[in-house]
């Protein structure tokens, strides 16, 4: 981070590449890449071909060391965690989804919980975006749930068993197994570590604040947060973030509770096992009850945002502008396809011997491409922000959500910025250009291939579509959905964009994530919350229906193939 040259940059990293411990280098320089000025515009690879044994199972990463053992190359399938046995195994698929975990570690590589300002610039929104960004994981995977016949997650509770054991079938490069847990384990205190009632002390800290409508800072000042930035600090406080304004008092409710449910396998060290699946951001998802932690997390936040007074007919209205229409061009259709990547690295090779092929092949969520067509009426030219969900319509038994119950599950499927024109508009947006998503990593191979062919003069290839990897995969846009068509509200919003001053260069390809992830060393550029006008309680939905600006159209979501 602080070298001031390339060249001193490159030569540090070959240098720590052979002396510091494999997974703190990758760690290290992946986290330098993104933050430093000198990493702009680099594409780093997929790290489910840099550290595999992360992203697949132990089942795998054995064929591969039989292949390089026995010099025969081969091709072995992945197959998700858990048996039939197992209704949780329904949407492993979800948590073990290798782009679906690249996400998840590069947001927390882009917002480091342990990021200090004076490493070069402010995080903008960073507490917001914990909050944002892990309720979105939350609404999705109870999204897949719904798919799949199963309820929504239950939150996480100290004082009750932990439903839900976990066999990981993962291993460490070196280090063994990650630790299995039982089904039904109570929570038991992590010696010297963290203890069950801190955890609970904490938590209560943090509902004290809610209730009282200010946190209290490290010098005792009262910082007020019953407003649009209170959720900034809070998610600040239960990550918590260096930018926590009193780590002492309020603890680190998430960070801890990852190490207390991770070591419940063996909380007293007396099997010496390594660090569970909880502990690695690659491998966390994994685990069924990394959504039951989230949930009690995004309870918490919800506590907050229920206690902001609704939006009034004005904060969420655009006079003069109308949506007269929501529409979805192509039918909205997910499948599963096969998907190959790389296992070399996950061998040791030698120069006694050769390399030989191995590669992995995993099935994966994708769906067809879709446009939304958006009919506008507008008595000026005018800059707008179009926001997109899409919310589940029934619980698992079938009954329709009411509008306040069903806001809080709503998907982020897009946000953009648009002009519109005096009269009439039609406005087409693809699937394919949301700002929530990204699209595939090239493979290390090929990026190796195009990178020597750009040095060469001769490369086409446009990197700077690859240059961040956080961000939900663009293949995983849409839900599951059911062989006969599960149903959605397709909710749209079409607000005032002329207060925010990007608008103009968002269409550049390294923004496109930008909704869950910021834009790196800038501003985020929305100035509304985020969730912005689904994230307070809508105690009379006529308030958001009777508004011409937004609207909403029920949609299916067909699944097409098996599972
Ligand atoms: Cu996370």
Known sequence: MNCKTWATAVKNAAYFRERVNEGEFVYA????????????GIVLPPLYEVTPHLFTNSEVIQKAYTAQMTQTPGKFRIEFTGSKKNPEQRVAYFGEDIGMNVHHVTWHLDFPFWWN???????????????????????????????????????LYWDKPIKEGFAPHTTYRYGGEFPTRPDNARFEDVDGIV?????????????????????TAVDGTK??????????????????????????????????AHVILGRQAD??????????VMEHFETATRDPAFFRLHKYMDNIFKEHKDSLPPYTAEEIGFPGV???????????????????FDLKMAVDSSESANEVDVSAAVSRLNHNDFTYKFDIKSNAAKPAVVRVFLCPRRDSNGIIYTFEEGRWNCIEMDKFWTKLRRGANVIRRKSSDSSVTVPDVPSFQTLITEADKAVAGNSGFDFAHYARSCGIPNRMLLPKGSETGMEFALVVSVTDGASDEQHDALEDATTESHTQCGIHGEKYPDHQPMGFPLDRRIP????????????????????????
């Open 29 to 40: 320089l992946y986290a330098a890449v993104i933050h430093s000025n000198l990493g702009e």
């Open 117 to 155: 300002d004076a490493y070069g610039y402010h995080l903008d929104r960073k507490g917001e975006l914990f909050f944002w960004a892990h309720h979105q994981l939350t609404v999705r995977f109870d999204a897949e749930r719904l798919s799949n016949n199963l309820d929504v997650v239950d939150e």
């Open 195 to 215: 203890r069950v009632r801190d955890m609970i002390i904490h938590e209560t800290r943090i509902r004290d604040a809610i209730a009282q409508g200010y946190i």
């Open 223 to 256: 910082i007020d947060i019953r407003n649009s930035e209170g959720i900034d600090h809070l998610g600040d406080i239960i990550e918590s973030s260096f930018y926590s304004p009193n780590a002492r008092y309020y603890g680190s409710l998430h960070n801890d």
């Open 267 to 276: 909380p007293h060290g007396k099997f010496n096992l390594p660090p569970s």
């Open 322 to 340: 109308q949506l007269t229409r929501v529409g979805v061009e192509g039918k909205l259709e997910t499948f599963f396809e096969d998907y190959e």
């Open 540 to 563: 009379d939905e006529r308030v958001f229906l009777s508004s011409d600006n937004n609207a909403y159209t029920i949609v299916k979501v067909y699944f097409k193939g098996e599972h």
